[in-house]
């Protein structure tokens, strides 16, 4: 299967900072991505679809002006939480759809992001 | 917004016992996938079942679908102490891909 990577693995940031979290994609072009918050003990929640060139499609309810998506390139899109609090504190997983194969997706390891 | 529910939430067994994992949606679907997490971990896919299937096994995971129920089940045959995670189905409609509340699975040696 695809390789999908995110980076940080973790991260801890003070209230009030901005924290950007990385996916990338490793062995294709993607252009299209998922991004999936996961609170603890919780499933995982769609948050926005991010398309390469254009913006993002986000859930409702989800502020796309705290979450800031930027799917720049082919192989990598990035979650930028504006103005953290600890209540963003979570688990952000990422997956890439595989171009031509509606039925295939790969996800990243996943970030936890702890907000002090 | 989650796509639908799981039972149980939670589910003890033994070592050696079965596990039944229930899985209901909503809307129509392309196909629905079952994932396992361990406990602050990555997603591990272990099947996929199409829309058109009924029932599909892989070593000791037997899936089955109904769809005019909106439903599917995850049997863990021989269930191991390894097999303790939390459990989703995700159901995947050609645009994205949603995820149910998942069930957590404790196998006791």
């Known amino acids: 299967g695809a390789v999908v990577s995110q980076h940080p693995s973790w991260v801890i940031c003070k209230s009030g900072t901005s924290v950007k979290i990385e996916c990338r994609s490793l062995d294709f072009q993607a252009t299209t991505m998922f991004w999936y918050r996961q609170f603890p003990k919780q499933s995982l929640m769609l948050m926005a679809t991010?398309?390469?060139?254009?913006?993002?499609?986000?859930e409702q309810g989800v502020e796309k002006d705290k979450f800031l998506i930027n799917h720049a390139s082919l192989t990598l899109s990035t979650l930028t939480v504006t103005s953290a609090h600890p209540e963003d504190s979570s688990f952000y997983i990422c997956?890439?759809?595989?171009?031509?194969?509606?039925?295939?997706?790969?996800f990243g390891p996943g970030t936890r992001l702890t907000v002090t | 917004s989650q796509q639908g529910e799981e039972d149980p939430q939670a589910l003890s067994i033994q070592e050696g016992e079965n596990a039944t994992m229930n899985c209901s949606y909503k809307?129509?679907?392309?196909?629905l996938q079952w994932y396992r997490q361990n406990s602050g971990r990555g997603l591990v896919h272990l099947i996929l079942?199409?829309?058109?299937?009924r029932e599909k096994h892989s070593g000791r995971l037997r899936v089955t679908l109904d769809t005019s129920k909106k439903s599917s089940s995850l049997l863990i045959t021989a269930s191991r102490a390894a097999d303790t995670a939390s459990y989703f189905c995700?159901?995947?409609?050609?645009?994205?891909?949603?995820f149910g509340a998942g069930t957590r699975l404790t196998v006791k040696p």
């Open positions: 809307t129509s679907i392309n196909n």
């Open positions: 995700a159901t995947d409609d050609r645009i994205d891909m949603r």
């Open positions: 991010s398309n390469e060139g254009s913006k993002a499609t986000y």
């Open positions: 079942i199409r829309s058109n299937e």
């Open positions: 997956s890439v759809k595989v171009p031509g194969q509606s039925h295939e997706q790969y």
